[in-house]
């Protein structure tokens, strides 16, 4: 069979594909395609940040745009089988591209009501995509789009709202775990509930499409409660002002550097458009406790330092970011001082450490002092994502037949699949941007089915 006959194929009521045009094989700009009946699904639709030191695995070598997405063509050249575009969770690589690349796709969007607001005001901020429908489901919800069943399975990870997906077909039961970790204890948000994916191994699972971030990392990942107690524990002692650099979308993260702030008598500020845009959408959909001792940002600079906390942007050294401004001292609401403490609340992004250490080093050279995840035995960050020992447990809740490990390089694919062997799932496909995973009715990667490539997005 040639080629071009495949291309023009479109899946039958027997079949369940899985198409990933953007983070298979990459971490970074997730987009998804299910094809079943004559129809396809989308899941997520993100962006990634252009990065010099990093291989393109499937893009067009020239493409140095600071934010890209995954060509979309394949799916816009037949948008009138696209059913529906379902996001998982509000994180840019997962939601990023949809404002843009939406006039060209057109179909309803479903997501919960935090990753609509935030939708909304990305809306408002850009004036693009104000035709789009948003149709909120509660998380744990089910909507029918199309020929698939989609039931919304609350999961944790770092962020409001995370959603694992069951898409039923007539074909098959594809297990999308988008984004997760096992969190027990999770600062905001319902915990890590076993029950939820055992649930679904009596349901039969065609395939489980997974998360494969930190999959070279034995053992588990720790609690955001784990992550509350160490920057309690870093930041009680201080007598001098602290600032905390994070993600902003990690609204636990930020509740609990509130509840930090009451314990050791500080009052919190925000700096960073960023923050200040989650804050607004935390209290809009009631995350924020209003107890936590908030202060505006043009107050801070007048408490004495001991009463200072200070939750900063940048933490992978932008320059036009919050951080960066008070290293060089031109924050207009507060200066450091010798014996401050900046503390690194989230991991090093690959690519970013040459930014990230002058950054320190401007600090250092005014004697502030500097913490970093990898400068103590405290957790004061972790991952939102899975370790091995989690990636196994799930794989035996849920036992699919068929392991499919996205989110992620070649090689933390390979750990992800290793780790699916181990824990009995009897087959596993590897695969990246482009290829075709037939999942049923009979189970095979065909490589290359669709150009993947990358497009510029405009910011
Ligand atoms: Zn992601
Ligand atoms: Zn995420």
């Known amino acids: 069979?040639?080629?071009?006959?495949?291309?023009?194929?479109?899946?039958?009521?027997?079949?369940?594909?899985?198409?990933?045009?953007?983070?298979?094989?990459?971490?970074?700009?997730?987009?998804?395609?299910?094809?079943?009946?004559?129809?396809?699904?989308?899941?997520?639709?993100?962006?990634?940040?252009?990065?010099?030191?990093?291989?393109?695995?499937?893009?067009?070598?020239?493409?140095?745009?600071?934010?890209?997405?995954?060509?979309?063509?394949?799916?816009?050249?037949?948008?009138?089988?696209?059913?529906?575009?379902?996001?998982?969770?509000?994180?840019?690589?997962?939601?990023?591209?949809?404002?843009?690349?939406?006039?060209?796709?057109?179909?309803?969007?479903?997501?919960?009501?935090?990753?609509?607001?935030?939708?909304?005001?990305?809306?408002?901020?850009?004036?693009?995509?104000?035709?789009?429908?948003?149709?909120?489901?509660?998380p744990g919800g089910t909507c029918q789009c199309g020929p698939f069943l989609i039931n919304w399975l609350n999961i944790t990870h770092s962020i409001p709202e995370p959603q694992a997906l069951l898409i039923s077909t007539e074909a098959g039961k594809v297990f999308h775990t988008a984004d997760w970790k096992m969190d027990a204890a999770p600062i905001l948000g319902r915990a890590f509930k076993p029950q939820v994916f055992k649930r679904l191994a009596k349901q039969g699972i065609t395939a489980m499409v997974c998360d494969s971030t930190n999959a070279l990392k034995s053992g588990f990942s720790l609690s955001e409660t784990a992550c509350y107690q160490a920057l309690l524990e870093v930041i009680k002692p201080v007598k001098q002002r602290v600032v905390v650099s994070g993600f902003s979308s990690n609204i636990g993260r930020l509740i609990s550097l509130g509840r930090v702030a009451q314990q050791s008598g500080r009052y919190l500020a925000l700096f960073g458009r960023a923050m200040e845009n989650m804050l607004g959408a935390a209290r809009q959909c009631g995350f924020w406790p209003e107890d936590i001792p908030l202060i505006d940002v043009g107050h801070i600079g007048f408490l004495p330092p001991e009463e200072v906390l200070v939750v900063a942007t940048g933490s992978q050294g932008e320059p036009r970011a919050a951080l960066t401004k008070l290293a060089e001292d031109r924050h207009p609401h507060l200066l450091l001082?010798?014996?401050?403490?900046?503390?690194?609340?989230?991991?090093?992004?690959?690519?970013?450490?040459?930014?990230?250490?002058?950054?320190?080093?401007?600090?250092?050279?005014?004697?502030?002092?500097?913490?970093?995840?990898?400068?103590?035995?405290?957790?004061?960050h972790v991952s939102g994502h899975p370790n091995q020992g989690e990636l196994d447990l799930l794989y035996r809740y849920v036992k699919p037949a068929i392991a499919v490990p996205v989110h992620g390089e070649l090689p933390h694919m390979q750990a992800n699949a290793a780790v699916a062997r181990q824990a009995g799932v009897p087959q596993q496909l590897l695969g990246q941007n482009g290829d075709l995973f037939v999942l049923a009715p009979q189970a095979r990667c065909w490589q290359n089915f669709v150009k993947a490539g990358r497009i510029a997005i405009d910011n």
């Not at 010099?52 to 695995?57: I, N």
């Not at 379902?86 to 009501?113: F, M, N, S």
């Not at 502030?368 to 035995?377: E, N, R």
């Open 337 to 380: 001082e010798e014996n401050d403490l900046v503390i690194f609340s989230a991991i090093m992004i690959p690519g970013n450490e040459m930014l990230i250490s002058r950054l320190i080093d401007k600090f250092k050279a005014k004697k502030i002092q500097v913490l970093q995840p990898s400068d103590t035995l405290l957790p004061i």
């Open 1 to 138: 069979m040639s080629k071009a006959v495949v291309f023009d194929m479109q899946p039958g009521l027997k079949d369940l594909w899985f198409l990933p045009l953007g983070g298979c094989g990459e971490i970074g700009m997730n987009l998804n395609l299910y094809g079943h009946d004559g129809q396809w699904l989308m899941v997520d639709c993100g962006v990634t940040f252009y990065n010099p030191l990093q291989p393109l695995s499937t893009a067009a070598p020239k493409l140095t745009a600071e934010v890209q997405a995954a060509d979309p063509s394949f799916i816009c050249q037949q948008r009138e089988r696209l059913s529906a575009i379902i996001i998982t969770h509000a994180h840019e690589d997962h939601v990023g591209a949809l404002i843009h690349l939406w006039p060209r796709l057109q179909a309803p969007v479903y997501c919960t009501p935090f990753t609509a607001e935030i939708l909304r005001r990305k809306i408002a901020r850009s004036g693009l995509s104000t035709e789009m429908p948003i149709i909120e489901i509660p």
